[in-house]
């Protein structure tokens, strides 16, 4: 008896097209990819879209791309598509490019025991069903047929989506030993669809979460970045914490988590800080909101201020640590100590003086620190403070002087070495210094510069 025909023969689940909350007809990437489809069915092969975007399809959101199944083997397909790069084709998978968009072409595959919980002890290709039943989650098992406008689902996907339910395609403990990220994915669909995790895939992600550390870091840091990245990014905190995951993959975070006494606390306040987010908060502000109390629950003491207020860095460097563990980006690693080392300005904007923390602020030209500092007020129940940040941030752009605006301070190192000032520390005080003054409208014009000047020690011309 041959492997096919051994495939146990599912009932498949229809929904029509033109039942959708939105109708792909209209969508540039859903055309060019019926468009390869066709072509694939027309050389004699069997072709179909297949999921996350089927699935967003359904969900009524608009798919970011779409992803094929096809019974031609990748030498087939590079055969009808002279634009194509075989980078997977060792695993059935090419790339298509078409109509300026890249499409992933896969030969329908089965999978042998992934036996280091990696990667499968063997790849084979198969049909249709059997290219399904290896996949992750119901959700994502729906198959699109565009000649025939219909959605098929062979695993319940489509009600698992109407009970809103994340749930594993067949036995959840094996498909996590077989890839443990899958508990990672589970997390992250979970929070950003508002399912919840079904009974036995949530005990089973409980039960192996421990295995999560067999999987590449950099793996680890692509679904953490993509659920920072989401709207409901504090749901997935929770869910990470509730599930055991995220004492294995951020510690530090997961201490806050613990329960007892000031932690709670911390916990708390992350929660609220995070869900003050907008939604389209950019990575190194949520990274900089998820770690703030886990590297600096404290307003730095006085004898660590400087001359523009509060300044932690010892603390942005233990969040430095803990991203370069997960192998972030140094850009953003960079971004994220950057940020945290100012955390605690905004929280003294009524004993700073207005120059001082205008500083902070003109250098904040992407707006990053202004999200965290509103994101912190918030988690802190002090959102009347940062009022006061707001709106020199306003009066800096109306007038210019942010650090990438038109109108920049009279006061340089050229000009002060041009007159008489020696070379040393003491140009880098008064380059702040006269920043300062110039931000509170005290050197505006060039008499003010040059009675300035004089006061310091300088020579007027």
């Known amino acids: 008896m041959t492997e096919r025909s051994r495939a146990p023969r599912l009932r498949r689940g229809r929904l029509a097209l033109a039942e959708l ?28 879209l297949v999921g996350g975007g089927v699935r967003d399809l359904v969900m009524g ?27 997977g084709a060792q695993f059935g998978v090419v790339t298509v490019l078409h109509r300026g968009l890249s499409f992933e072409v896969a030969t329908f595959r089965a999978e042998g025991d992934y036996r280091d919980g990696r990667r499968p002890d063997w790849v084979r290709f198969a049909d249709l069903e059997s290219d399904l039943a290896r996949r992750d989650f119901t959700i994502n098992s729906l198959v699109l047929d565009p000649d025939e406008e219909e959605v098929l689902d062979w695993y319940g996907g489509l009600a698992d989506m109407r009970r809103g339910v994340v749930r594993t395609i067949g036995d959840p403990q094996a498909r996590f030993q077989e890839d443990a990220l899958r508990m990672l994915r589970a997390v992250r669909f979970a929070a950003r669809f508002g399912y919840r995790l079904e009974r036995a ?5 409980v039960a192996a979460a421990d295995t999560i550390t067999r999987v590449a870091t950099e793996r680890i840091w692509q679904e953490l970045e993509a659920m920072w990245s989401d709207a409901n ?34 916990w708390t306040r992350t929660l609220r800080r995070i869900e003050a ?13 998820l770690l703030a109390d886990a590297v600096c629950p404290e307003e730095p003491p006085r004898e660590r201020w400087d001359g523009d207020g509060p300044y932690a860095p010892e603390e942005a460097r233990a969040a430095e640590e803990i991203m370069t563990g997960l192998r972030a980006p140094r850009k953003l690693i960079r971004s994220v100590g950057g940020l945290l080392a100012r955390r605690w300005v905004w929280y003294r904007a009524h004993d700073l003086p207005y120059g001082s923390l205008a500083r902070s602020i003109r250098r904040d030209t992407n707006g990053c620190l202004l999200l965290l500092w509103k994101a912190d007020a918030a988690g802190l129940g002090r959102a009347d403070v940062v009022l006061v940040v707001e709106k020199i941030a306003e009066d800096l752009r109306v007038s210019g002087k942010m650090l990438d605006g038109p109108n920049q301070p009279p006061v340089t190192g050229d000009r002060l070495l041009a007159h008489g000032m020696e070379p040393g520390p003491r140009i880098q005080e008064l380059l702040t210094e006269g920043e300062r003054l110039w931000l509170e409208g005290g050197l505006d014009t060039e008499e003010q510069f040059g009675a300035w000047l004089e006061a310091v020690g300088g020579t007027a011309r």
């Not at 909350?21 to 179909?48: D, I």
Request: aromatic share 6%; net charge positive; with cysteine.
């Open 21 to 48: 909350p939105l109708h792909p007809a209209g969508l540039p990437g859903y055309r060019a990819a019926v468009e390869v489809v066709r072509r694939l069915r027309k050389a004699g092969h069997a072709a179909y």
């Open 61 to 87: 959101f608009a798919p970011k791309d779409f992803d094929i199944v096809t019974s031609a083997t990748p030498d087939q397909t590079q055969a009808l598509f002279s634009r194509s790069i075989p980078i």
């Open 201 to 205: 895939t949530r005990g089973a992600v």
């Open 233 to 266: 990014r504090s749901v997935a905190l929770a869910l990470l914490r509730d599930t055991g995951l995220l004492v294995r993959v951020v510690p530090r975070l997961a201490h806050l988590a613990s329960g007892r006494g000031e932690t709670e606390h911390l």
């Open 277 to 289: 987010l907008p939604k389209d908060t950019p990575g190194e502000v949520a990274w900089a909101c």
